[in-house]
């Protein structure tokens, strides 16, 4: 693993980006390639990506076009003057070229801007052309942060239209120049083909650019990665990972909708640990696509925490790969789980000792809204999946645990859900908010209903009406995300919920306690 050596550096701030950021080096060091001949040089096919980011390291990932080595330098300055330090990674079939490398040693609460370029794996005198990314290290003192988050990209069948700008919401969070990105899942539609054109309701037709490997159901490996090559056709996805850092979860359509540990296979059928290979080759491709560390990938891992300074802990969930493999429907007595109680046991510990100000959870989909596939069985006292996060809420008011926010996606509309034990059957926990944001760039549906388990009701929500009907097109302007900013001095939390032309649409400050009383809201704002 490479380490990069900390040095005493002037903070600076953030520069004004621009295209020019994400496309080549100028200057020094790796911006100059030694042949002259394009065609012989390895070239970087999907743009540049960094994730996962901490106080001091970070992972960086790109995708060359043969087998090669990837150069990586950073800096703390955009000229790369002086260069903080150096690593290389190679890029090799068995990953379909695909190379991530960990910095570690980093400054905290810096910009880092970093260039990634890849050399001929036989003859190191064959470079290519490098491409620069910037990301900024946690703080480690008491500095604000703001971050985006949402989920959904290029389902239902609605895939890149150049002529309508392509996949707009990315370049929309891009505006908000956030320190880091949460993406709640549904990165493909991996069961979800893109066909050339779609009708639209006005007449009109949605043009799709189309690849082979997303012209049908992923089954083999060669198509999952495909599913993912297909949404780094975007230029407005691949400016954005250039410069804002990913934190990556997943959720159902990474594989195939509503799957589950068992059950969910096609006729290679299971591995001998009883292991569907199915699921096996989409977890490959996510995890070789995804900005995420190589470890991660070994221990086979996608929970965990990202701490951003004394003022946030990011707890990513995974909710499918450890749950029950049945429908969570109502009056079946059978045990069910959707976190497993291996990653249960893992988010009371890590949340108790927590001693950021603030505990986001991140979730793959909603607690509160009514689902067979997920949580929420519709009205009365806690049943199967229920269960798990009923005991999740009391340990956390037992345990003092204060200021957690639920983010999540999945819903394909946006919405902010209060819980609150007085309106709720289940009542044994302290008051929190859930806010639901999506999707990217997907179809649109309408709201879906509450239950009254733990007592949610709903602050603002916004989807398809019913005359719009479902699966909306992206065109029509319905695509959100959500932006949390995290003052450095009063510690006031805002969560604003946004659409794909960066319009606000709704806030809420909400102020932390300092005891196991819930956050105080100071104002909502439509």
């Given at each position: 693993?490479?380490?990069?050596k900390?040095?005493?550096?002037?903070?600076?701030?953030?520069?004004?980006?621009?295209?020019?950021t994400?496309?080549?080096?100028?200057?020094?060091?790796?911006?100059?390639?030694?042949?002259?001949?394009?065609?012989?040089?390895?070239?970087?096919?999907?743009?540049?990506?960094?994730?996962?980011?901490?106080?001091?390291?970070?992972?960086?990932?790109?995708?060359?076009?043969?087998?090669?080595?990837?150069?990586?330098?950073?800096?703390?300055?955009?000229?790369?003057?002086?260069?903080?330090?150096?690593?290389?990674?190679?890029?090799?079939?068995d990953?379909?070229?695909?190379?991530?490398?960990?910095?570690?040693?980093?400054?905290?609460?810096?910009?880092?801007?970093?260039?990634?370029?890849?050399?001929?794996?036989?003859?190191?005198?064959?470079?290519?052309?490098?491409?620069?990314?910037?990301?900024?290290?946690?703080?480690?003192?008491?500095?604000?942060v703001?971050?985006?988050?949402?989920?959904?990209?290029?389902?239902?069948?609605?895939?890149?239209?150049?002529?309508?700008?392509?996949?707009?919401?990315?370049?929309?969070?891009?505006?908000?120049?956030?320190?880091?990105?949460?993406?709640?899942?549904d990165?493909?539609?991996?069961?979800?083909?893109?066909?050339?054109?779609?009708?639209?309701?006005?007449?009109?037709?949605?043009?799709?650019?189309?690849?082979?490997?997303?012209?049908?159901?992923?089954?083999?490996?060669?198509?999952?990665?495909?599913?993912?090559?297909?949404?780094?056709?975007?230029?407005?996805?691949?400016?954005?990972?250039?410069?804002?850092?990913?934190?990556?979860?997943?959720?159902?359509?990474?594989?195939?909708?509503?799957?589950?540990?068992?059950?969910?296979?096609?006729?290679?059928?299971?591995?001998?640990?009883?292991?569907?290979?199915?699921?096996?080759?989409?977890?490959?491709?996510?995890?070789?696509?995804m900005?995420?560390?190589?470890?991660?990938?070994?221990?086979?891992?996608?929970?965990?925490?990202?701490?951003?300074g004394?003022?946030?802990?990011?707890?990513?969930?995974?909710?499918?790969?450890?749950?029950?493999?049945?429908?969570?429907?109502?009056?079946?007595?059978?045990?069910?789980?959707?976190?497993?109680?291996?990653?249960?046991?893992?988010?009371?510990?890590?949340?108790?000792?927590?001693?950021?100000?603030?505990?986001?959870?991140?979730?793959?989909?909603?607690?509160?809204?009514?689902?067979?596939?997920?949580?929420?069985?519709?009205?009365?006292?806690?049943?199967?999946r229920?269960?798990?996060?009923?005991?999740?809420?009391?340990?956390?008011?037992?345990?003092?645990i204060?200021?957690?926010?639920?983010?999540?996606?999945?819903?394909?509309y946006t919405?902010?859900?209060?819980?609150?034990?007085?309106?709720?059957?289940?009542?044994?926990?302290?008051?929190?908010?859930?806010?639901?944001?999506?999707?990217?760039?997907?179809?649109?549906?309408?709201?879906?209903?509450?239950?009254?388990?733990?007592?949610?009701?709903?602050?603002?929500?916004?989807?398809?009406?019913?005359?719009?009907?479902?699966?909306?097109?992206?065109?029509?302007?319905?695509?959100?995300?959500?932006?949390v900013?995290?003052?450095?001095?009063?510690?006031?939390?805002?969560?604003?919920?946004?659409?794909?032309?960066?319009?606000?649409?709704?806030?809420?400050?909400?102020?932390?306690?300092?005891?196991?009383?819930?956050?105080?809201?100071?104002?909502?704002?439509?």
């Open positions: 693993m490479p380490i990069c900390k040095r005493d550096l002037t903070r600076r701030q953030l520069l004004v980006r621009s295209a020019s994400v496309a080549l080096a100028g200057l020094g060091g790796l911006a100059a390639p030694y042949l002259s001949r394009a065609a012989d040089r390895p070239l970087i096919t999907s743009g540049i990506a960094s994730g996962d980011v901490s106080a001091d390291s970070a992972v960086i990932w790109a995708r060359a076009d043969r087998p090669a080595l990837m150069r990586v330098e950073c800096a703390t300055v955009e000229s790369f003057r002086t260069i903080l330090c150096a690593a290389s990674s190679q890029a090799l079939p990953s379909d070229f695909t190379s991530k490398l960990v910095l570690e040693g980093l400054p905290p609460g810096q910009d880092i801007f970093y260039r990634v370029r890849f050399d001929d794996i036989a003859d190191a005198g064959v470079a290519g052309e490098a491409q620069v990314g910037h990301f900024r290290t946690a703080p480690a003192g008491q500095q604000s703001s971050f985006v988050w949402s989920g959904d990209t290029a389902g239902q069948g609605w895939g890149i239209d150049p002529g309508r700008g392509g996949m707009r919401t990315y370049g929309a969070m891009r505006e908000n120049r956030p320190d880091f990105f949460i993406h709640c899942g990165h493909i539609y991996a069961d979800c083909p893109i066909e050339a054109e779609l009708k639209l309701p006005d007449g009109s037709l949605w043009r799709n650019l189309v690849t082979e490997e997303k012209s049908v159901v992923a089954k083999d490996l060669a198509q999952f990665r495909g599913n993912y090559k297909y949404n780094l056709l975007d230029g407005n996805l691949r400016a954005f990972n250039a410069e804002v850092p990913m934190l990556a979860q997943w959720d159902d359509h990474e594989v195939t909708n509503d799957w589950s540990p068992i059950g969910t296979t096609d006729e290679t059928g299971y591995a001998g640990d009883g292991t569907s290979r199915l699921v096996a080759r989409a977890a490959r491709a996510f995890h070789e696509f900005p995420i560390s190589p470890l991660r990938m070994q221990a086979g891992r996608i929970y965990r925490k990202v701490s951003y004394p003022l946030l802990d990011v707890f990513l969930l995974d909710m499918r790969s450890y749950r029950d493999s049945t429908w969570n429907r109502v009056g079946d007595g059978n045990d069910a789980r959707i976190l497993g109680p291996i990653q249960l046991a893992w988010l009371k510990r890590e949340l108790a000792a927590s001693e950021a100000t603030w505990k986001v959870i991140a979730a793959d989909m909603p607690i509160g809204l009514f689902s067979e596939d997920g949580i929420a069985l519709g009205d009365g006292p806690p049943e199967r229920e269960r798990e996060i009923a005991d999740l809420l009391s340990h956390m008011k037992r345990a003092g204060r200021n957690t926010v639920w983010l999540t996606a999945d819903m394909h919405a902010a859900h209060r819980y609150d034990p007085n309106r709720a059957v289940f009542q044994d926990f302290e008051p929190f908010w859930e806010f639901v944001s999506g999707p990217l760039h997907a179809g649109t549906w309408g709201p879906a209903p509450l239950d009254n388990t733990f007592g949610p009701a709903v602050a603002f929500q916004k989807g398809c009406s019913a005359e719009q009907g479902e699966n909306l097109a992206p065109c029509f302007g319905l695509q959100f995300f959500g932006r900013d995290i003052d450095g001095r009063s510690e006031v939390m805002t969560v604003t919920l946004k659409d794909v032309d960066n319009r606000d649409l709704w806030s809420v400050d909400i102020e932390p306690r300092p005891d196991a009383r819930p956050a105080r809201i100071l104002s909502q704002q439509f």
